[in-house]
């Protein structure tokens, strides 16, 4: 069964620094891979994916995955924070030999920016 | 605007009580799915369904019964609500596999 492990519940940062959050996979074959983020009493939001094209993914935002399937990662990054990039941010990963199309998600890593 | 509409946006409810939680998509997306929010455990699958007419059991689907219809919509049932069933539901849907699901603003749930 596919699962998704996100390292550390809680980042906190410096406006300006850089952005890392932890991401690895659990899967057969290479999924599909997914970072969605999560403002405050809303729904989640899109941020990139991967499919299979090229294993460096742009997000929205300034923001870019990569996909290392020797590590079964894939890392988001983001070179200089923002105020504004404060969210909860969680992976998913889908199977590409299930019948659905189901995302099985991380269980999210909250991002702090202190000014 | 196209997207994914959810009713109620929140609701308090006395355990034992039943309870649909609404979801409309008109985006004519195939695969819809249903996931509760509960902090720490991020966002879990209840139950989704491939398409019109077919539905199928997630992670965590005890207490819950879902139906689908037609393309459009994609209702969530708690025959009898429990204290543990307090959470935020989010209904989703996508067009094909591999990409991205598209989420509804979500419904959030008390049992009491």
């Known amino acids: 069964a596919q699962s998704v492990t996100q390292l550390g519940s809680h980042v906190s940062v410096s406006e300006g620094a850089l952005v890392l959050l932890r991401c690895n996979y659990s899967?057969?074959?290479?999924?599909?891979l997914f970072w969605y983020v999560q403002y405050p009493n809303q729904g989640l939001q899109l941020l990139l994916k991967y499919t299979s094209a090229a294993t460096l993914v742009k997000g929205i935002n300034g923001f870019e995955a990569e996909f290392k399937k020797s590590e079964t990662s894939f890392h988001l990054t983001k070179p200089s924070a923002h105020m504004s990039d404060a969210a909860e941010y969680f992976c998913a990963v889908s199977d590409r030999m299930d019948s659905s199309y189901k995302l099985i998600f991380g269980s999210g890593t909250r991002l702090l920016v202190r000014p | 605007i196209a997207g994914i509409t959810q009713a109620p946006t929140s609701q308090i409810l006395a355990a034992g009580r039943r309870m649909t939680l609404r979801c409309t998509q008109d985006m004519r997306h195939n695969a819809m799915y249903w996931y509760r929010q509960d902090l720490g455990l991020g966002l879990r699958l209840i139950h989704y369904s491939n398409t019109a007419g077919t539905t199928g059991k997630g992670e965590v689907p005890d207490g819950y019964s879902v139906s689908r219809a037609n393309t459009d919509d994609f209702p969530l049932t708690l025959a009898s609500a429990v204290p543990s069933q307090t959470s935020v539901y989010f209904c989703?849907?996508?067009?094909?596999?591999?990409?991205?699901?598209?989420f509804g603003n979500g419904t959030r749930l008390t049992v009491t």
């Open positions: 989703a849907s996508s067009g094909q596999r591999g990409s991205p699901l598209h």
């Open positions: 899967s057969s074959v290479p999924p599909y």
